[in-house]
């Protein structure tokens, strides 16, 4: 039997994957991995257990049988252990832990499983860093998002001032280069376009520009 169809959108935070992979699923009724959700889930709960994060197996064996379920209540809802997560993982220390313990090979690799169960008929988006690169190297499409460090900064200013957080712009604009640069720079699996990806700069496109990108580039793929 083939393999459902994959479209892999991979790019920095802010570049605009989550929203555009959601919408991109929709329009097609594909499933949607959102992989980084699985990153921050694991961070969150090193975080709770106070696990060494220099203790890589310990960290991975933790991944194998984390409990997540997406979806319980509502779109974007995440739960941990049956219990909802959905903010905590969108912290700032949500963030961090995820790109800290996205950055322990031993851990991505206990992750990989559990994306590939994603792909089911008729399809699948999976958002990401590492989807066109690594997890899912035959995708149908592969795009690459990306955006300037201020816009980015500036899109989860908006986002966070939204839900009534308070933020700090140039607090965030450093901790998104900080981030950048982790994902970057790590060994393992780290965020570069696949060569065969597509790159799309939506610095100073729409949502829907992008999405409607995506749509005809899948249409001609
Ligand atoms: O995509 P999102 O911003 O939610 O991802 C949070 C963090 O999880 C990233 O900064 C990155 O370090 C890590 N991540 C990863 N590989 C993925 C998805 C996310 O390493 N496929």
């Known amino acids: 039997m083939s393999k459902a169809p994959v479209i892999a959108i991979d790019g920095p935070s802010g570049s605009g994957k989550g929203t555009i992979a959601s919408r991109v699923a929709k329009t097609l009724g594909y499933s949607l991995l959102d992989s980084g959700a699985l990153y921050r889930v694991l961070g969150v709960a090193c975080n709770r257990k106070k696990l060494d994060l220099t203790d890589h197996q310990a960290v991975a064996s933790l991944a194998k049988d984390l409990d997540i379920e997406f979806g319980r209540s509502g779109e974007g809802s995440v739960c941990l252990d049956s219990i909802e997560v959905s903010l905590d993982i969108r912290s700032d220390l949500g963030s961090d832990m995820a790109s800290r313990v996205g950055a322990i090979g031993a851990a991505r690799e206990a992750l990989f499983e559990r994306q590939l169960a994603f792909r ?49 712009l140039p607090d965030l604009l450093r901790d998104l280069k900080e981030r950048d640069k982790r994902d970057t720079e790590r060994v393992i699996s780290p965020l570069k376009p696949a060569e065969d990806a597509i790159v799309i700069d939506t610095t100073d496109l729409s949502i829907d520009q992008v999405v409607n990108q995506v749509l005809e580039l899948y249409r001609c793929a």
């Open 120 to 168: 089911q008929p008729p399809g699948l988006v999976a958002d990401g860093r590492d989807m066109g690169t690594v997890v899912f190297p035959d995708a149908e499409l592969k795009i690459f998002l990306t955006a300037s460090p201020e816009e980015r900064a500036k899109r989860r200013y908006k986002q966070l001032i939204g839900k009534g957080i308070d933020a700090i």
